[in-house]
């Protein structure tokens, strides 16, 4: 395993500094809609920010998009009778071999997704006018047709086995591209995760990548009072993965793991992350940190004021 401990200060002008930018507007962004929409998922962008930006702007190779795209109005459902069915990967670019695919399997972190989209200039800021609305495809908890979703990943826990399909047809077909998964720690907790653990290392699809935020917390509180799942790293370890412990808000370090060549093994970066970083009022919300919702308007000028020091 992998361990990367000193947090790297970027400097202007490279890849990281754009990325930590990008992080740093994906919180003001992701604030901004809380605080107008009177609740939202804050601690996955506080937790999430880094390693989104690290996946967007230096780890995956994406095709580029002509211009910010406008999210469309849901379609209905997929299926042979509705062609104007579609899915929100074009946000990701052309489909292509040499391109890589995203799948965001915690769907609650969509507005994170979004945030990141427009950050990197992918998705029209005027998208999230449409956000939770009906008729809109921009989901709170992200679908198929969902910005920069390709695949519907809930209920938990089965974003991993559909990228895992993905991958191994991707082998077959001899394409070059790779697989990229975000997962939440809490995942872990579940069978089918573990059981696509055992697929990975059976076909040896060393062109998938996994990055988790272990911001060990859940929607009941911390992952070790739910069912603990240390330690993680050996755990994965012995089920044939390749593990990087990394600190989850250092670009830098995010972005190393994938830079050691493949071995065969499907590569598991495990970021350790706060999930109060950058929004530390957020902090006396513990252990409940899942979903933000203002108890008054006394709180409400708390975090108004947090995102005013932000600008």
Not at 225 to 236: A, F, I, N, T
Request: hydrophobic residues 40%; neutral net charge; glycine residues 10%.
């Amino acid at each position: 395993m992998a361990q990367a401990s000193v947090e790297s200060h970027p400097p202007e002008g490279t890849w990281q500094e754009r990325a930590a930018t990008v992080a740093r507007g994906i919180r003001r962004r992701v604030l901004e809609h809380t605080i107008k929409n009177n609740g939202g998922y804050l601690s996955q962008a506080c937790s999430a920010a880094e390693i989104m930006a690290a996946l967007y702007v230096r780890i995956m190779r994406l095709g580029p998009v002509p211009r910010p795209l406008v999210p469309k109005p849901f379609p209905g459902v997929p299926g042979p009778g509705n062609r104007r069915s579609f899915t929100g990967a074009e946000f990701n670019g052309p489909a292509g071999p040499e391109w890589d695919r995203f799948v965001l399997s915690p769907a609650q972190y969509a507005l994170v997704l979004y945030a990141a989209l427009i950050e990197t200039g992918r998705m029209a800021p005027e998208g999230l006018d449409a956000f939770n609305r009906d008729g809109g495809s921009v989901e709170m908890i992200g679908a198929e047709h969902s910005p920069g979703m390709e695949v519907t990943t809930g209920s938990l826990g089965q974003g991993l086995s559909q990228a895992a399909g993905i991958a191994l047809a991707r082998r077959l077909r001899r394409e070059p591209g790779r697989v990229w998964v975000f997962m939440s720690d809490g995942e872990f907790q579940i069978g089918q995760t573990w059981e696509t653990m055992q697929v990975l290392s059976h076909y040896r699809l060393d062109n998938l990548g996994i990055y988790v935020d272990v911001n060990k917390q859940q929607c009941d509180g911390t992952v070790k009072s739910v069912m603990g799942l240390d330690p993680l790293d050996q755990r994965l370890a012995s089920f044939g993965a390749r593990v990087a412990a990394v600190p989850g808000h250092d670009v830098a370090a995010l972005a190393a793991p994938p830079e050691v060549p493949p071995d065969g093994r499907p590569l598991v970066v495990l970021c350790d992350t706060s999930p109060f970083r950058g929004i530390e009022i957020l902090g006396a919300n513990a252990p409940r940190f899942h979903y933000v919702r203002f108890r008054d308007a006394e709180e409400r000028k708390k975090y108004e004021a947090a995102l005013a020091a932000m600008r």
